[in-house]
């Protein structure tokens, strides 16, 4: 089993749309924990960053963490195609440990 | 512009060849990483630097691998003997380590191996 598991997608949602992206971890040390937006042949942006459990807004984007069950969430209302990209959960311990990454698409 | 700076942006070589790939981080950061990101994964971690001390080497960092940062400023990740399977986008990192874990990133070096 991988230390962090996220599901590659691709997901196609329509333009407005709730989005919801998940990862599941299975190291209890990690603390931090991260989401980066990748748009294609581009570094990784920094999205959102908490520290242990709750939820985190920011604008459009509601960060999740549930330390008991190892799930993170994070969620991107009134969806637009320039949020189309690929979404990569991060956590971290000692290293940095990155998701797959999931492909998103907004349909307009 | 103040974020992280790689170059080149593409690297073309031929399989046996060295190749160097340079990282500026932002300049008040004291922390630099490198990560190798293959299409359809997400970045893996080869190795960071406090200051000028390389602290830690992935397992995925064979011995054809050597990575510097001189004077804890820019950095540089050297491959030797290049194989194709070394073909992958090249991702540098940089963080200030005494405030938080975020990671800022270049835009990466893509290197292709013939």
């Known amino acids: 089993q991988k230390e962090v598991e996220q599901d590659p997608g691709p997901l196609s949602v329509p333009e407005g749309a709730i989005v919801s992206l998940n990862c599941t971890y299975s190291n209890s040390a990690f603390q931090y924990f991260m989401w980066y937006r990748q748009y294609s042949r581009k570094g990784p942006e920094l999205l959102m960053y908490?520290?242990?459990?709750g939820n985190k807004e920011d604008g459009r984007f509601t960060a999740q963490v549930d330390k008991s069950s190892k799930y993170i969430s994070l969620f991107i209302r009134d969806s637009q195609p320039s949020d189309s990209a690929t979404y990569l959960c991060a956590m971290s311990a000692i290293e940095i440990i990155f998701g797959k990454g999931t492909r998103l698409h907004i349909l307009p | 512009d103040t974020g992280v700076s790689q170059d080149p942006r593409h690297k073309i070589t031929k399989r046996g060849q060295n190749v160097t790939f340079r990282c500026d981080p932002i300049s008040e950061h004291n922390r630099l990483y490198w990560y190798r990101q293959t299409l359809g994964q997400g970045p893996e971690f080869l190795t960071y630097f406090q200051n000028e001390a390389q602290l830690e080497k992935s397992r995925l960092l064979s011995d054809r691998f050597s990575a510097e940062r001189p004077k804890g400023s820019f950095s540089t990740l050297e491959i030797q003997r290049t194989e194709q399977g070394d073909s992958a986008m090249y991702l540098c990192?940089?963080?200030?380590?005494?405030?938080?874990?975020?990671?800022?990133f270049g835009s990466g070096t893509q290197l292709s191996v013939l």
């Open positions: 990192a940089s963080s200030l380590r005494t405030v938080d874990e975020k990671l800022f």
């Open positions: 908490t520290y242990s459990s």
